[in-house]
């Protein structure tokens, strides 16, 4: 809703102070800037040439990635507005804030995906434990092609059924919707440069009338109410998924022991556990989201002329900034090593 730079305005009616930003906190916000764009673009190669990665659940990681390398490239204009360049505010807002909008949607298809991957995988067992109640029937003389048809089971079953044209479809559903709900905060019923405007060198973020303020109080509040369902979502599949999972039992012990059903039991849980994993990354990257765009929500409803002190607003702005790029930090690293962790796990089974 509104660009990097708003937060170092500070607004008196229709006049705005501009306020001093050093050479250190330039450079900063080119280090942040360039650092998120080559930690997206890392991930991003990161998920196609690892083959743990190469399947259709991480599709919507991967956009995820892409909607976050454009915000983090679109950073750097607005860091240019520090150094005497025109940049073309009205364009750069507008997509911007289409970019949050399809960041929150593609979290929900993110849990809709896992969804699905979960319901899957439920209908797999079940001709997987067919599979292994007959092989039991025949003799030991074929176990041998008993174990390689298995091992090709267990690896049929870390595949998803759902088309490639299923999901292309949903990541066109995401940017079509995002799309449609900002027209109706900036193009319908509205004239654009209520909003953004460009005084001086610097772009900001402007509600100049109650039309406007009412329009981004629609635009916020069905972004909570979409988080709100996205969470009570994900709660309901992070319950089933447990519920599915046999904890506290040494999984890779009985897979060792050459059963079938052993094998059957620990490769489920094995599956389980990326689910979960994935499912506990959506919380991860809500909370993220929450944490570092309500306070810039409420401030935008609270204090209209953006009149809070420059102090605050200062060390709001680097603090939020430096947080945001450790987390996101932390949070890629966690989940790569878990999933790796899972997936050697799920490598030893097929090899026993």
Known sequence: ????????????????????????????????????????????????????????????????CIICLILSILSIPYILSFSNYSIPCHY????????????????????????????????????????????????????????????????????????????SFGILIIWFSSVILHLGITMIGSESKSYFDNN????????????????????????????????????????????????????????????????????RDILMQQIQLRIKLNILLIFLFIIFWFPLFIVTLCDIKFKIHEQILRFGLFFYLFIIFQYKTILILIYIYSLIRSHFKYIILLNY
Request: charged share 10%.
């Open 1 to 64: 809703m509104s660009s990097n730079v708003n937060i170092s305005l500070n607004m008196n009616g229709n006049n705005i102070k501009l306020i001093n930003v050093s050479s250190i906190e330039i450079n900063l916000l080119y280090i942040i800037g360039i650092s998120g764009i080559l930690i997206n673009m890392l991930t991003m190669i990161y998920l196609l040439i690892i083959a743990a990665y190469k399947m259709k659940s991480s599709c919507f990681l991967f956009h995820h």
């Open 92 to 167: 750069l807002g507008n997509i911007q804030v289409t970019c949050v909008t399809a960041q929150l949607l593609n979290m929900a298809a993110m849990v809709a995906n896992e969804a699905y991957t979960f319901e899957d995988l439920i209908h797999q067992d079940l001709s997987l434990d067919l599979y292994t109640n007959n092989s039991h029937s025949h003799s030991h003389s074929h176990s041998h092609s008993h174990s390689q048809s298995y091992q090709y089971q267990l690896k049929q079953s870390n595949k998803s059924t759902i088309s490639c044209g299923c999901l």
């Open 200 to 267: 001086g060198q610097y772009c900001n973020f402007i509600i100049r009338d109650i039309r406007g303020y009412v329009l981004t109080l629609m635009w916020i509040i069905i972004t909570i109410f979409s988080l709100m369902i996205t969470i009570r979502y994900i709660h309901k599949i992070l319950s089933e998924v447990s519920s599915k999972r046999r904890h506290n039992q040494p999984l890779l012990s009985l897979a060792i022991i050459g059963q079938y059903h052993a094998k059957s039991i620990a490769t």
